[in-house]
């Protein structure tokens, strides 16, 4: 892959007197230049709000809007009136739970979520489960830190209306076999609802080939704005669904006591859209279709398989998830014995090398670790190898220091 | 400010006054719920002074060492004493502490302040009636 870094002014910057090596971008990656130009130049030129005006700015606002869906939309495979533009994949979740919830989930259903699931793809389901009386189920996980297909068989029954997963684990770094959780969900008639936020940003993502029915990511772990995020739906499913929030262009007619709803995706964009964000999203995404997700992929896997290595080779690291690469999008998760993650963190931060350390909004799964918390190192398109490499060397003096 | 002053890595690395008392007049346990830090916190009393202490728990260094650091202040200490006593002056015994990690550093303060309060608000094993005054 070409060398990326004079694109992203922060990369330039100093922490604590030495180079920033970022390492968080599981958390929310840093952004190109063309991403922050694409945005200023919008509110610069051509700023207004979207389908109202009759007048150019309007327009021009609108087409730069719906251009954005239509990038967004070849970009995972999809047609653009599948392509709903949301807040980010929280929100995505939440509405989803909600209107699929209202539509097909009744008492005594049942909804499968796993033991890897951020809290953004468990909660939702359990609060869903809670108001229609149905009953939330979780798939383990092996020892290898994947996801247990057997016992996924095992609870798929004819009461399963909702299977929820994560494509890639933002902890474990797990790739989940989507096409076949898809094959085995529908064989059982249920929909499968999947959490892209760590896989799109990092790999070729086709929604026709994943076989799933729903697709949930976030714009600011893809180069693009905060604020903006897709809920990506098969059209007849979105159809079928009632909307989650209410007003504005979502709207067909209204009268005092009624109303109807507009043509997908409208009917699930609520209020003025986030804009300029979903504008900055489509300049993110022609960013990375010109360096070519295959490449970014390819980038990657030599970074973790880089740190994998390094941890593997340290006695007092132990390694969360799969220990091969290719079986791994781009976090890693790890801890030094006896020492606790946020001390890692602190200690990494003073030679400006920023880590994540917590629990990832992921309890459920660092319960069935064992542990209370981790430390996660995750990449993207503009770290190197010699930050890797620093990173492995700045891990051994935090042993020096703390280790006992 | 380095986070971690030889101090915080030394009282981590030797931890002081850490396991239990086989019969403390106080026993209380504190956490940092979002880090997983459990702290527990054993006093013997005796005329109003605190006598003997023990820590235990897991946490990070900045909590742990805290805690060591921490029951060498407090023994010997009137507990009238240690009712008034302000967390900065644990923050600058440990020699100043960065913003993010304050609540490491305090959960020790935090744990006495419960311990004090579970001995109640004035008067018992001969603290004086005027304690507070
Ligand atoms: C797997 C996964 N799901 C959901 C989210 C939530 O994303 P957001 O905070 O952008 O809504 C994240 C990121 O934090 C994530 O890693």
């Known amino acids: ?404 | 400010m380095s986070p971690y002053e030889d101090l915080i890595i030394e009282h981590w690395r030797n931890p002081r006054n850490k396991g239990t008392l086989p019969d403390p007049d106080v026993d209380v346990t504190e956490a940092n719920v979002p880090c997983g830090d459990v702290l527990r916190l054993q006093l013997k009393v005796r005329d109003g002074a605190v006598e003997d202490v023990r820590f235990d728990g897991r946490g990070c260094a900045i909590s742990m060492a805290s805690a060591s650091l921490f029951t060498e202040m407090i023994k010997g200490k009137k507990l009238e004493e240690l009712r008034v006593m302000r967390e900065e002056e644990l923050l600058e015994a440990l020699g100043g502490v960065i913003k993010p990690r304050l609540k490491c550093a305090l959960l020790p303060y935090r744990t006495l302040q419960k311990a004090l309060a579970s001995l109640g608000p004035r008067a018992r094993k001969g603290e004086s009636e005027t304690a507070r005054s």
Request: include cysteine; hydrophobic fraction near 40%; glycine fraction near 10%.
């Open chain 1, 1 to 404: 892959m070409r060398n990326v870094r004079s694109d992203f002014p922060i990369l330039g910057r100093e922490i604590n007197g030495r180079p920033l090596i970022y390492l968080d971008s599981a958390a929310t990656s840093q952004k190109p230049r063309q991403v922050v130009e694409a945005v200023a130049r919008f509110y610069r030129e051509a700023n207004a709000n979207v389908h109202r005006g009759l007048y150019v700015l309007s327009v021009e606002a609108t087409e730069l809007y719906e251009g954005a869906r239509k990038k967004v939309a070849a970009f995972i495979g999809a047609s653009p009136e599948e392509v709903i533009f949301t807040r980010g994949t929280t929100e995505s979740l939440n509405a989803l739970a909600y209107s699929l919830g209202e539509a097909r989930v009744g008492p005594g259903d049942e909804i499968l979520v796993t033991a890897m699931e951020h809290h953004a793809n468990l909660v939702p389901w359990q609060l869903l489960a809670r108001r229609k009386g149905a009953r939330l189920l979780a798939v383990g996980i092996t020892p290898e830190g994947e996801l247990d297909l057997g016992d996924l068989e095992d609870k798929l029954s004819d009461r399963t209306r909702v299977v929820a997963v994560t494509h890639v684990s933002n902890v474990l770094g797990t790739v989940n076999p989507i096409p076949e959780i898809s094959r085995m969900t529908h064989e059982a008639g249920a929909v499968v609802v999947v959490d892209a936020a760590q896989s799109v940003p990092h790999m070729r993502v086709d929604v026709q080939e994943l076989g799933c029915d729903f697709l949930a990511f976030s714009g600011h772990k893809m180069l693009g704005p905060t604020g903006v995020g897709v809920l990506w739906g098969r059209r007849e499913l979105l159809e079928g669904i009632p909307p989650f929030l209410t007003g504005g262009e979502m709207i067909r007619e209204v009268w005092i006591d009624r109303a109807t709803w507009n043509d997908i995706p409208y009917k699930f964009e609520a209020g003025t859209p986030p804009i300029a964000q979903a504008v900055g999203l489509g300049a993110a995404v022609d960013y990375l279709v010109e360096l070519g997700m295959e490449e970014v992929r390819r980038h990657e896997e030599e970074l973790v398989g880089k740190a994998l290595e390094g941890l593997l080779s340290r006695d007092y690291v132990e390694i969360y998830g799969p220990k091969d690469p290719a079986r791994r999008g781009g976090v890693v998760a790890f801890n030094l014995r006896g020492i606790h993650p946020h001390d890692v963190a602190t200690l990494l931060d003073q030679e400006g090398i920023a880590i994540r350390a917590g629990h990832h909004c992921a309890q459920p799964l660092h319960r069935l670790l064992g542990v209370p918390a981790s430390c996660r190192v995750s990449v993207y398109v503009y770290n190197t190898v010699d930050e890797i490499e620093a990173f492995l060397d700045a891990l051994d003096r935090v042993w020096e220091s703390l280790g006992r």
